[in-house]
């Protein structure tokens, strides 16, 4: 076991940047992962956690080890009669995943077919669309901690979920590793088309009562129609947050704007960010061979294989614009991949 010296990232992003790790080692089991940490610790390197390079901005040069979980496996650990417990190894391919629980009768993750990247992502931006986030569907998150150098099992209050968020992001769960995720499915039918785009499908195909694989193939329809391959167009799904805001700011924004979509979030209202950059006009807008989707304007696609300064450059421009054109400032949703430093005095 040794990792990779210079190993190039570019296909292993999305985004299609050029990209080279210090160091890259790709895991399959808890015993390899450990060998690799030692490993990052005798070597005085800092730790970087890659999963499918879906929802990353990487530099050109990634200092220190960058681990990928190579974790597979798809076990069954509960059965009642209505529900199925299945713990997931984190490298998995998530959307085969989908679709294989969809096969095998399982609901709740039709909604959430297509989303590229692995499983051992999913909970750590909280993947959501069509109505449906991840974490409605996760009981627990496998993960080994590199502060406590052992495994522990967060329960899903544990996880802190929240919009695009939860403690995997936020420097207190940067420690921590996905390896296996345990998702709680129905096994009857109890499928959610509240999504408007979903119910007007439905009724357009005079559908009433939908299966589970209605509903991915609705998905997959949606969203080859309005999202970018990234396998022909390099991008990351949506680049920015849709903003939360209050009462008062809805009302203020909705008296300039009353057209403007909006939805209920707990007790706040989510604005849709790409009605915003659509309204000031940067939809299929491009600077420096980057751009704006023609046709979702919240994805911004990079076709030259442009570097990470030249995307946020572009990123900047269009904050700005929203900011100075409705006073809302958008928030970037991939992320760099953070270093972690080990502690060289623990014991192996
Ligand atoms: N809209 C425009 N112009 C556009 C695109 C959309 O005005 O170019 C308007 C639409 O008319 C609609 C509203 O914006 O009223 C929302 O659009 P859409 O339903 O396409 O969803 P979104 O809010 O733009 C979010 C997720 C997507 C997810 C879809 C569907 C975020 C950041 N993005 O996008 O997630 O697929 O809902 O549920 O929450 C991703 O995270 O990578 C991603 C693709």
């Given at each position: 076991m040794k990792p990779l010296a210079d190993f190039p990232l570019d296909s292993m992003n999305t985004l299609g940047v050029k990209s080279k790790a210090e160091y890259f080692y790709s895991f399959g089991s808890v015993e390899e992962l450990e060998h690799v940490i030692g490993w990052a610790r005798s070597h005085n390197q800092p730790l970087r956690l890659l999963g499918g390079g879906s929802n990353v901005l990487l530099e050109p040069d990634v200092s220190g080890l960058i681990l990928q979980s190579a974790i597979l496996g798809k076990h069954c650990v509960r059965d009642t009669e209505s529900q199925v417990w299945l713990k997931v190894g984190a490298g998995e391919n998530w959307h085969d995943f989908t679709q294989w629980s969809i096969q095998n009768g399982y609901c709740g993750l039709e909604n959430l077919s297509l989303i590229p990247g692995l499983v051992g992502a999913s909970p750590i931006q909280n993947i959501g669309a069509y109505g449906v986030e991840v974490s409605s569907l996760i009981e627990s998150v496998e993960v080994y901690d590199l502060e406590q150098n052992q495994l522990r099992t967060l329960n899903k209050m544990e996880c802190e979920f929240a919009y695009r968020d939860s403690?995997?992001?936020?420097s207190e769960g940067r420690a921590l590793i996905v390896l296996n995720i345990t998702f709680v499915l129905d096994k009857s039918p109890s499928v959610n088309i509240s999504y408007p785009v979903l119910q007007q499908h439905f009724e357009n195909a005079n559908i009433a009562k939908p299966s589970a694989r209605d509903v991915a193939n609705a998905v997959i329809e949606i969203r080859q129609n309005k999202l970018p391959s990234p396998s022909e167009t390099p991008n990351v799904g949506s680049f920015f947050k849709n903003p939360v805001v209050d009462e008062d700011q809805l009302s203020q924004l909705l008296k300039l704007h009353p057209e403007m979509p909006h939805y209920t979030h707990g007790a706040l209202y989510k604005i849709a960010a790409a009605w915003l950059i659509d309204q000031a006009g940067w939809k299929g807008k491009a600077i420096a061979g980057v751009a704006v989707h023609h046709q979702q304007a919240l994805v911004v696609v990079n076709p030259e294989h442009q570097n990470l300064d030249v995307i946020l450059g572009f990123a900047s421009e269009v904050q700005r614009d929203i900011q100075q054109k409705f006073g809302i400032s958008l928030e970037i949703e991939p992320q760099c991949l953070a270093s972690i430093e080990l502690d060289r005095s623990a014991a192996w």
């Open positions: 403690i995997f992001k936020r």
